[in-house]
């Protein structure tokens, strides 16, 4: 057979993983990354950040945290070591064009017209490659080091640009209100991870924080511990979100309520069939009960009560909204002394010495605004196709979920995967999943269906979204559904779904990644 050329464009997780299965399979993939080593988001993180997820959760199948790491959550200095190891271990650093900028992509080979008109994925039964025909993407590359820009060809193309970096999400303000007239320093989280120096920028300083996700309880933890109660940092949130210390409950992991596939019968799942929709149905009391307890403990256990901190929605939301993010060590001890200070308002202006909260009529001063305010994953997502039809469906609307198959496939743009959008509760987890599909794909085994059948799953998929994921939709999360999402793709692939040994190991054991090592 005759190997044809396959780009990765993303050197992080998902790229790493892409890499490694295409090896496995006899290509010889060419990665393109823009920063001068692997990790995506960890190479540039926090000096606190570690992971959400246990060792066990966060890994890849077919490679085992090291011995020396004891941690239950290794800080993002061990995490880059494990990738590391992953890439030496199986001598993926020699498909790695370091300080290559992916400027654009477009495909060549039909038209918009003709691809629109195609009842099969790339207008060649489903098939991964257009036999006999001349069709791929062009990407043109600029090397960061040398200033160049080469023009590279591939007949395969998957994207592993991931959407928590590079595109910061900045609010809009109204006219006269905005950052503008404020006179002090503001940056995004983005800029303040990538400083060497965070702690003496922010050293002696006034700073505030704008956001409530990770990072903005992140940054709050490092600013707090280097300035104290003497110069007490300011978070505004909005919405207030579920932290937890530990993903455990009593000592029993909470990936035994979520995580196996006794979990899976408690909700709807996208394609179910009646049996699937009346055991959801009848159960939903009981996962009702379960989140209750949970939240119970939590309350109990951390002073979300007293802080005014309680979320206004469900522990099980959170799950399969992927909102559950670990607290930074001692974060409300340092609440309860006051080096740091929690403000909600849901609406803030700038002025000349720092910001108006408009809910409350309140001022505060600060030299330092950080705007810990997300990242613009689909806008970052369109911006790196060339061609405006691709930029205008690739991503979808703002009232629906990125339209990917298997949440990787669009079926309307031949040729390419995109790896690494989805979310689940460790997203490690489905991107390696996700790559390892993609891969036996283009390696024949198996064909996509219709471009018809594939829409059609993409609705199904959508649906369970807006259903458990709410207004968060467009974060595309199948964490609470991740075994059933893999159950497809093993049987897509034709391996058995069924990856632990024994009826109790099957059913009530939390899955992971290394369940699925050696699925070939």
Known sequence: MDRKRVGVVGAGVSGLAACKHALDKGFSPVVFEADDTIGGVW?????????QAPTTSFRFSDLAWPASVTATYPGHGEVMEYLRLYACEFDLLKCIKFSSQVLGVEYFGAT???????????GDDGKAFRAGKDGGWSLKVKDLKIGTVEV?????????????SGTPNIPEFPVNKGPEFFKGKILHSMDYSYMDNAAEFVKGKSVTIIGSGKSAFDIAAEVAKVNGAAQPCTMIYRTKHWR???????????????????????????????????????????????????????????PLQKHGMVPDYSFSFA???????????????????GSIILKKSKRFSFCSDGINLEDGNESIKSDIIILATGFRGDQKLRDIFTANWCRNIVAGSSDTSVPLYRECIHPRIPQLAIVGYSESLTDIYVSERVANWVIHFLAGGFQMPSVR?????????????????????????????????????????????????????????????ADYAGLF
């Not at 799950?319 to 002394?337: H, N, Q, W």
Request: aromatic share 16%.
């Open 43 to 51: 190479a540039h993180t926090l000096q606190s950040t570690r992971l």
């Open 112 to 122: 918009e017209e003709e691809i629109m008109e195609w009842k099969h994925w790339s």
């Open 152 to 164: 590279f060809q591939v007949d395969f193309l998957i994207l592993c640009i991931g959407r928590h």
């Open 244 to 302: 937890v210390d530990k993903f455990s409950m009593w000592g029993v992991n909470l990936n035994y309520f979520y995580l196996n596939r006794i979990s899976q019968l408690f909700v709807h799942k996208p394609g179910e069939g009646f049996l699937h929709y009346m055991l959801a149905s009848a159960l939903s009391p009981l996962r009702w009960a379960i989140t209750k307890v949970i939240e119970t403990y939590l309350k109990q256990r951390i």
């Open 319 to 337: 799950m399969s909204s992927c909102l559950i993010a670990m607290l930074p060590k001692g974060f409300y001890d340092r609440v309860d002394d």
């Open 453 to 513: 059948r594939m829409e059609e799953s993409v609705a199904e998929w959508t649906k369970y979204k807006n259903l458990y994921n709410g207004k968060y939709f467009r974060r595309s999360c199948i964490s609470t559904v991740n075994i059933w999402f893999n159950d497809l793709l093993c049987q897509d692939i034709g391996c058995n779904p069924r990856r632990k040994e024994g009826f109790l190991a099957e059913w009530f054991q939390p899955y992971g990644p």
